[in-house]
């Protein structure tokens, strides 16, 4: 499967921003799916995940009750909606897929990859 993200941009701290993944070459819907994230000088990390049919999700501590994860497998799309973004948050955001399943949250666990897209938030 071909993953491509795309949606970020520089919003200020508090602001939102839509993070969509596009999937092509297979069915989104043979995949859990996840996002992670790298700021510079940074490890790559889990930000959050979601299962084949969308029924569970999982979040990293920082982003819980501010992030949202989902899916709608019938346009091949996952989503990550990003609420109350705090300077911290920036990074270059990635969608990933893993037939493994969504408690799964490293990312040796994912074999496949898009091209990330960058979320700045200013202070």
């Known amino acids: 499967v071909q993953l491509q993200a795309f949606g970020g941009g520089l919003v200020q701290a508090g602001g939102s921003l839509r993070l969509s993944c596009a999937a092509s070459?297979?069915?989104?819907?043979?995949?859990?799916m996840g996002w992670f994230r790298q700021a510079p000088g940074k490890e790559r990390e889990f930000v959050a995940s979601i299962s084949w049919s969308g029924g569970s999700t999982y979040y990293a501590d920082s982003v819980k009750g501010r992030f949202t994860i989902s899916r709608n497998n019938a346009k091949n799309t996952m989503y990550l909606q990003m609420n109350s973004l705090k300077p911290e948050d920036t990074a270059v955001y990635y969608c990933?897929?893993?037939?493994?399943?969504?408690?799964?949250?490293?990312?040796?666990?994912?074999?496949?990859w898009g091209r990330g897209t960058q979320v700045t938030v200013s202070s």
């Open positions: 070459g297979r069915a989104l819907s043979n995949y859990a």
């Open positions: 990933a897929a893993n037939n493994r399943g969504a408690m799964y949250h490293s990312s040796d666990d994912f074999h496949s």
